[in-house]
């Protein structure tokens, strides 16, 4: 940095006692201010083999490996996508399109990144020698937090990815907090992203990032961080504050290369036992693939060697985290990263990260080794789910018309097989033919939800309950409890204030910025408001701001902590109006059912005897007939052939349903439909059974 000059040398930024953007825009110099030095060598001096450390481990000096994570929308993707581009060739940037690491059709329709995924550039070093830059790219939302803690045991560097106007968010928070107190440690680089945003606050940013890093607990070492800015959108970075009359210049003529020389300059090799002290080979599994084009087996195990090497066609085994013998299999390929591309190496070697094909038995968190290897590699723990649910088969009348797998059988092995590779998601025995499936969040098990569907599953869904534990301390029960952020104009803050407080929440901070035109008039601001809530309240909010705030209301949360439970009033759902019938709905039947309330379907829907097939204009329910026609008669009238409007029925997405969906129901999800029904389906039997639970109730 140019007002650190001493620090330039190793390649390191300067931690300051005092505010550090405030510093950078009035021109202070290094020795203006109270600093403190880091004099580290420089890891990307070593070179030209593996060096020597005094803990008996040495520097894989061919590899780099690093994750790139943020908070949801910050551009991490995006910002891959330019890496490539400034890396690969003419032909292989060809074949890149928008967002190239979502391949998933779920991430390409929704634009977020699910899971984790792992690509590799071939990067040239400070002497020229090749090496093989391992880059991590993660998802940013919450829910899908999993998929980040589960790497951190890979990677060396952490690259912090934050929008030069939203600052840090939740899931920055996260995510930060378990790189720098995770075992492994991995170092920091500060990436400000969107600076040619005209709404960019650089300065507040920077020191909210060195705040966060303060707050967290980071070590001297760990707040030494370089800080690189960035426009992924248009592929240039840069090491120094960015005039906007240079942007065009810097994506011209300089690309990304300052900042893949902060990576190479701020990433440690991955320290190794050398093959002469461990010859064998182990790795632990990180992450489990599928790819058909590359290899026609059940799925692929990829992670970081740690020690030795391994050929292809060699022999290792499967260990479980408790140290039991899975199985053992032969290694029918070795694969690596070019870009988008799969390269097939001869061996696998200490330090790279790598993807192994040939075997069947496994999951995220074993180690596969040589076989005189008894004692598998510790990983890293991750947070437990916060909410579960109920999956079982579909039972409604109309099950079987859509779908391929319909047996409960089939349903919880393809939940096994999820919590196999997914560490985030449990799966427990359920009353019936059900099973308790654990998740962070709505978003999570909506997208897991969503994949068995499109899979050919038919479902049955129950609604949301949080997952508590108990203080071994007190005896007590505690619920998870959740840092809320909403976004929205200022005008609306009030409105979100009060539908947060109804559910549980505290106000704990919130922030109203005043925004100007570009005529000096003034424009309405936006409001950041903030809240600690219980989960419990959490369930629907989502939905229920975005339709009261007409659409401009963005909600993240992210896990804080477990607390007491707390006496929240549930929501009150108004009731809901039930099929008494079956068959198709019927325009002229449901003309009349608009006056009693919101109506879900449209005509000429397939109904049946228990469906919800609207929401009641009153607090209880309301049974009524959907597939009644107009009756025929040999009498004219005037208006007598009218045609009937309707107004829209409400079309809810799955996660909607998830936080609409009352206790006493179920969600009937199929390939062709998603609906919502009564959990007992026959009236008779329905009145009986809330006649029990009111006697209960009375009885307690």
Same mark, same amino acid.
């Given at each position: ?524 601001? /936006?409001? =950041?408001?903030?809240? +600690?809530? *219980? $989960? ?5 909010? &989502? @939905? ?130 998603? /609906?919502? =029904?009564?959990?007992? +389906?026959? *009236? $008779? ?5 809330? &006649? @029990? ?8």
């Amino acid at each position: 940095m140019g007002w650190v000059p001493a620090m330039r040398a190793v390649g390191y930024r300067t931690a300051a006692t005092v505010t550090r953007g405030a510093q950078r825009y009035a021109g202070l110099n290094s020795s203006s201010r109270p600093v403190t030095v880091s004099m580290a060598p420089s890891w990307g001096r070593w070179a030209g083999g593996a060096r020597a450390c005094s803990s008996g481990l040495v520097s894989a000096t061919k590899f780099r490996n690093i994750a790139v994570v943020a908070h949801v929308d910050h551009g991490k993707t995006t910002l891959v996508d330019s890496l490539f581009r400034s890396s690969l060739g003419a032909k292989e940037q060809e074949k890149l399109g928008e967002r190239a690491m979502d391949t998933g059709d779920l991430e390409m329709e929704r634009g977020i990144t699910i899971l984790s995924k792992v690509t590799a550039l071939q990067v040239e070093g400070e002497d020229g020698e090749r090496i093989t830059l391992n880059i991590v790219d993660t998802p940013g939302h919450a829910d899908f937090g999993g998929e980040v803690e589960r790497i951190l045991s890979m990677v060396d560097l952490v690259c912090l990815l934050v929008d030069a106007t939203e600052g840090p968010m939740p899931q920055t928070k996260f995510v930060l907090k378990k790189a720098l107190h995770c075992e492994s440690q991995p170092k920091a680089l500060v990436i400000i992203n969107k600076v040619d945003r005209p709404s960019a606050r650089l300065s507040e940013v920077e020191d909210d990032v060195f705040s966060l890093f303060e707050e967290l607990g980071a070590s001297d070492s760990q707040l030494d961080y370089e800080t690189i800015y960035a426009s992924g959108r248009d592929g240039w970075s840069t090491e120094e504050v960015p005039d906007e009359n240079e942007y065009a210049e810097l994506a011209e003529k300089v690309g990304m290369a300052p900042l893949i020389k902060a990576v190479l300059r701020s990433t440690p090799p991955p320290l190794v036992r050398s093959y002469e002290d461990e010859p064998r080979f182990s790795m632990l599994v990180t992450m489990i693939e599928s790819d058909r084009s590359v290899h026609m087996g059940d799925v692929m195990y990829t992670g970081k060697v740690l020690t030795g090497k391994a050929a292809v066609n060699s022999t290792v085994t499967v260990l479980g985290a408790d140290g039991v013998v899975r199985g053992q299999g032969r290694l029918i390929k070795i694969l690596s990263r070019n870009g988008l591309e799969r390269v097939e190496l001869q061996e696998a070697e200490a330090g790279n990260i790598v993807t192994l094909a040939g075997l069947t038995k496994g999951q995220v968190g074993d180690t596969i080794c040589d076989s005189s290897i008894t004692t598998p590699i510790p990983s890293i723990p991750v947070d437990p789910p916060t909410i579960s649910m109920l999956f079982g088969p579909n039972t409604s009348p109309l099950a079987g018309k859509s779908g391929s797998k319909l047996l409960g059988r089939q349903i919880i092995d393809r939940l096994e097989t999820e919590a196999r590779s997914n560490v985030a998601v449990t799966v427990n025995p359920g009353p019936g033919e059900f099973v308790e499936v654990g998740g962070r969040g709505e978003l999570q098990l909506g997208i897991l939800i969503e994949t068995l569907r499109r899979e050919g599953f038919e479902l049955s869904i129950g609604s949301p309950q949080v997952i508590t534990r108990m203080c071994e301390e007190t005896g007590k029960e505690l619920e998870p409890t959740e840092e809320v952020l909403v976004d929205v104009p200022g005008t609306m803050a009030g409105l979100v204030v009060e539908k947060v407080q109804t559910r549980g929440g505290t106000l704990t901070n919130m922030v109203v910025s005043d925004l100007v035109g570009p005529d000096g008039e003034d424009v309405e601001g /936006r409001a =950041r408001v903030e809240f +600690l809530c *219980p $989960s419990r309240g959490l369930i629907g909010l &989502r @939905g229920e701001l975005m339709r009261e705030c007409r659409g401009e209301a963005v909600m993240n949360t992210v896990l804080h902590s477990y607390t007491p439970m707390a006496n929240i009033t549930k929501a009150v759902r108004k009731g809901a109006i039930i099929s008494m019938a079956d068959g198709i709905a019927k325009p002229h039947s449901l003309e009349a059912l608009e006056s009693r309330g919101i109506l879900f379907i449209e005509p000429q829907k397939p109904v049946y005897n228990g469906q919800v097939v609207g929401e009641s204009s009153v607090v209880y329910d309301v049974e009524v007939n959907p597939t009644k026609q107009k009756a025929l008669t040999n009498f004219r009238a005037a208006g007598k052939e009218d045609f009937v409007r309707l107004a829209a029925p409400r079309q809810m997405t799955l996660e909607e349903y998830i936080g609409y969906i009352a206790d006493d129901e179920l969600i009937e999800v199929t390939p062709d439909a998603i /609906r919502l =029904r009564k959990k007992v +389906l026959d *009236p $008779s039997a329905r009145a009986r059974d809330q &006649r @029990g639970k009111a006697n209960k109730l009375k009885e307690r």
